[in-house]
RNA sequence: GCGGCCGUGGUCUAGUCCGGUCUAGGAUAAAAGCUUCCCAAGCUUUGGAUCCCGGGUUCGAAUCCCGGCGGCCGCACCA
């Protein structure tokens, strides 16, 4: 009757989540930040391993998305802290808020329009609404509290940017930025420009970004400060082809269309590439090319194929300038489908605004195949018979019929005689006649399509989607691309030179710039239990027969098989087993 | 932000109702050594908690009261 007393930490009621949070807690991944003064939420401190593993997603990350795409995606680096002008354009110091009222009796806090909408029916153009405007509709309508039946109290606007000052001037206001994307934007043009003025062109950015949320929970998965990875991908919309496609054209995608949304279903369907794009499911080629990758990068990192989903947003919940956006998302433990990455097709929006802001050109020029040659109609007035007549007065009437439309001016003129600004034209004293203009191309905006991913919340999946349980010990099944240390090195007992020899096979697979760890401490089960919760993904073992023959044995951290091999293989074995070439 | 539950070594937990016997017990993890021919074995030793923080009540507070912070859940909110 008392055997459930005395039971170690691993076997008490968690779930998967507590589970790994515990693991990351005792083994170093990560925490709360600023622990010992009690913490704070939304902020994570990641510890040796974390790091690591976070450094390796990303690694991975920038080696699908850019490298992979080289002389057509390029990363940069750009500023967390900037100008306010730059969010003032990209519509963040207006937009990323919340209207929120709060009742004045029992002090429930609830969106604004939302709660407008539904007790006094739609607004036309709620959206735009200022406080004030809302809190006139709000009298008007008599709109209370939905739990209490109080009165609600002013709409006030929650603004989820960090803000900050530039040096001592107060009024020199800038934010944190909470997406990465204004710096490939802001730096489109000029990067354009040194890249050799080619489309497509992508730029991505890995890198910190800040939101004031106002409640953050759920651990890693919710955060003020997190590390975002994007891609800018700028494209000509009168050639939007993917040139890329037919290296992903067969790849499964599960998708929600929105169609399905609207329906209500939640089963996704099962669609290659190809199908999506030919039955229009997915509106733009280059975003479907970011979905395979992105499919395969997630599958990469341990989730399930038949765990992950792109849900497409319905119109009324995407951003204005969205002409269609997926989440991609992966089925938690606890948590359920979890959003890990998001795939808008931005149009030309951010530029257009930051053109219009700036003042700058951040359009492109499409060379036409062929120049277009069109025949124009042009009023040539007859000067010497208008300056002979009007004299002093001659500019003034020509600057006049200038701005008259030629084809306008010609039929009005056809008709008798036309007053311009005071004075009467006869109409011989203009004549017509045909031109050919041709014109070599045009200016255009880009289009953009926007693959983005939150590094940390990649970090957590990855660590429960590898977390497994043997019994009662804890395999941390890490995929060998990420796992933070690839190998564990143990002498079977310390004696009979046993460590030494050890000792220098570690010292070799370091020196070939493997991160190993090295472990003579306890019994030899203890050292692979330590290994595999950590999830390095092979342990070598050095014993008596390696005095003899030179091999050890390589053990397998899912599976604890072992096998022998030659320590002179080792290096090359090592090499293809981490798939480094 | 609101409501409920909760906060004790790295981790999990006993003790909290009914204040003193708690200079806070256990397990596990960690470190040093012994042992050990392959899966958290065993033995010895060691370090580690002013009981989330602050205030109050009391002769005396981990324990009672108030405030704060943090966590989980629900509501609300949110890419």
Redesign the pocket.
């Known amino acids: 009757m008392y055997l459930y007393l005395?039971?170690?930490?691993?076997c008490?009621d968690m779930d998967k989540?507590d589970k790994v949070i515990?693991l990351c807690?005792?083994r170093g991944f990560f925490?709360?930040a600023s622990e010992i003064?009690?913490?704070?939420?939304?902020f994570l401190d990641f510890g040796p391993l974390g790091t690591m593993l976070k450094r390796n997603i990303e690694r991975r990350w920038r080696e699908t998305f850019i490298h992979k795409n080289h002389g057509i995606v390029y990363e940069i680096e750009t500023p967390v802290i900037t100008p306010s002008k730059v969010f003032e354009a990209s519509g963040h110091v207006e937009n990323?808020t919340?209207v929120?009222v709060?009742c004045t009796s029992?002090?429930?806090?609830?969106?604004a329009d939302?709660?407008i909408i539904e007790q006094a029916g739609e607004v036309p153009g709620i959206e735009g609404k200022t406080a004030a405007q809302l809190d006139e509709i709000i009298s008007t309508n008599h709109v209370v509290c939905t739990?209490c039946g109080g009165a609600l109290g002013k709409v006030s606007n929650?603004n989820?940017l960090f803000k900050t000052n530039i040096g001592p001037y107060s009024e020199n206001v800038a934010y944190l930025r909470?997406?990465a994307a204004q710096g490939m934007f802001t730096n489109f043009k000029s990067i354009y420009t040194a890249m050799r003025e080619r489309l497509p062109l992508g730029l991505a950015q890995i890198g910190k970004v800040a939101?004031n949320?106002?409640?953050?929970?759920?651990?890693p998965l919710?955060l003020r400060e997190f590390t975002i990875m994007e891609v800018e991908f700028f494209f000509d919309p009168k050639n939007p082809t993917c040139t890329l496609l037919e290296q992903v054209y067969d790849k499964e995608l599960r998708l929600l269309t929105e169609d399905l949304v609207a329906a209500e279903k939640t089963d996704p369907i099962e669609v290659t590439v190809r199908e999506a794009l030919s039955e229009r499911l997915i509106k733009s080629d280059w975003l479907a090319y970011f979905m395979a990758l992105s499919t395969d990068f997630i599958s990469e990192l341990g989730a399930p194929h038949n765990s992950q989903m792109f849900v497409g947003?319905l119109a009324k919940?995407?951003a204005h300038y969205s002409a269609q956006?997926f989440?991609q998302l992966v089925k938690l433990d606890?948590?359920g489908w979890v959003?890990v990455s998001?795939h808008a097709y931005r149009t030309d929006y951010d530029l257009s605004r930051h053109q219009q802001y700036s003042g700058q050109d951040l359009g492109v020029f499409r060379k036409y195949d062929v120049p277009k040659k069109t025949r124009v109609l042009v009023a040539k007035p007859r000067v010497d018979l208008i300056s002979r007549e009007y004299q002093s007065e001659t500019g003034k009437i020509l600057a006049a019929l200038k701005s008259i439309d030629a084809a306008s001016l010609r039929s009005k003129l056809a008709a008798g005689n036309v007053v311009v600004d005071g004075s009467t034209i006869r109409p011989e004293l203009v004549e017509f006649m045909e031109k050919e203009e041709s014109v070599t191309g045009e200016r255009f905006i880009p289009h953009v399509a926007e693959p983005?991913f939150g590094a940390d919340r990649l970090t957590y999946l990855a660590l429960e989607c590898a977390y497994n349980e043997k019994g009662?010990?804890?395999i941390l099944s890490l995929p060998r691309s990420i796992a933070p240390v690839k190998i564990c090195v143990f002498p079977?007992?310390?004696?009979d030179g046993i460590n030494e020899k050890a000792q220098a096979i570690f010292d070799a697979i370091r020196s070939d710039g493997f991160i190993a760890d090295f472990d003579?401490?306890?019994?030899?089960?203890?050292r692979?239990?330590?290994s595999?919760?950590i999830g390095a993904p092979i342990a070598i073992?050095?014993?008596?027969?390696t005095m003899n023959d030179d091999t050890?044995?390589i053990?397998d951290r899912d599976n604890?098989?072992?096998s022998r091999i030659s320590a002179r293989d080792l290096r090359s074995y090592l090499k293809e087993y981490f798939c480094i070439r």
């Open positions: 005395n039971l170690p930490h691993w008490t989540y515990d807690k005792r925490w709360p003064y009690g913490g704070v939420a939304g990323f919340d929120i709060e029992c002090h429930k806090k609830f969106r939302h709660i739990e929650f989820l909470p997406e939101r949320e106002i409640s953050p929970r759920q651990g919710r947003k919940e995407r956006t989440d606890r948590w959003e998001g983005s009662d010990r804890t079977l007992v310390n004696k003579d401490g306890g019994s030899i089960g203890r692979y239990a330590r595999d919760e073992t050095v014993d008596y027969q050890v044995t053990r604890w098989a072992q």
